[in-house]
């Protein structure tokens, strides 16, 4: 098991929920859940800055990303449902690609249930690499480590 001191100066802690269907046969947090979680804490946190969808028409071309890479370290099982923590931060921001640091953590932020790094490419409507937006870069770097 991974022990951590949270430091909530670094990036951004969400607190999410482990329900039910996010365990699996042995009632831990199911690998694939992970992702998951991830991407609703990090949408929370973009919606607050005016990005999402509305019709299926994204709010800002910085909406328009996929992820390229996804790694995660396991340390210690979530076991059963019920808060955690959820916190990342951006390591860099190129001119197409961000790379986020992430990691699961107990309530109290003492245990390090897993961590990571997840890369995005932004993409114009074709589906091609292109330039985030100055403002996208402007809240981004809210998060920059």
Do not use: C
């Not at 039910?20 to 990090?42: F, K, T």
């Not at 909406?63 to 955690?84: K, L």
């Not at 931060?89 to 997840?118: K, P, Q």
């Amino acid at each position: 098991m991974t022990t951590a001191t949270l430091d909530t100066t670094t990036g951004t802690v969400r607190r999410a929920v482990v329900h039910i269907d996010d365990l699996d046969i042995v009632g831990i947090m199911h690998n694939a859940r992970y992702a998951l979680v991830l991407e609703r804490a990090m949408s929370e946190f973009w919606a607050e800055h005016g990005y999402g969808f509305q019709d299926g028409v994204p709010s800002s071309p910085d909406m328009i990303a996929a992820v390229r890479e996804f790694t995660i370290t396991y340390h210690a099982p979530v076991r059963g449902t019920g808060p955690i923590l959820v916190q990342f931060w951006l390591d860099s921001m190129g001119e197409t690609s961000a790379v986020y640091g992430f990691r699961f953590l107990s309530e109290d932020g003492a245990t390090v249930f897993a961590d990571g790094r997840r890369v995005m490419v932004k993409m114009d409507r074709s589906g091609r690499p292109a330039p985030w937006t100055a403002q996208g870069r402007e809240i981004a770097g809210s998060l920059l480590r």
